[in-house]
């Protein structure tokens, strides 16, 4: 896609936008007050607003690979840190998706040297390999995103800031669209 295209792209969101409401970019300078703090993985097929039909200002999105929640990664933890003390965020969510690469690379041994610190992080979430056990990468994402609840329930930003917000976890099925809830188990 040409920055032609991406320019065309965007005129056509703006009069469609303002067609239904003419103020609405009016609206949205005045500030955000986002319900949620999204933490979700950069995968291009996931894209947070666009599955959950979210209108701009609703959520504030943190993206990485295998949405992974590390302590050291000082733009998690600032993002995390203004959604809770800024914006007030009422729930933080963790969502991962079945078919995620980052996953797939940390599971398979993946040797890129690019890539080796961050697998290392996803690693560290995955269960041990054991002979004759072989999960399914979908059933990796979902421990994935659990071990990721767990770590930012003991992030020190969320235990000082955050103890009465919501925390949930979810598993977006690529190939169906669906969003599972995997945190708290409903």
Known sequence: MKNTELKKLNEEFIQKTKKQNPSYFDELKKGQSPEYFLLSCSDSRVSPSIITQMPLGQLFIHRNIANQVVEEDESFSASLYFALQHLRVKQLIVKGHTGCG????AWEDNEEPELQKWLA?????LPEKKAGENPGLDELAKINVLKQVEKLLAHPIYKKY????EVTGFVFHVESGELEQVYPES
């Open 102 to 105: 980052g996953v797939k690379a």
């Open 121 to 125: 992080h996803i690693r560290k979430g």
């Open 162 to 165: 955050g103890r009465e917000t």
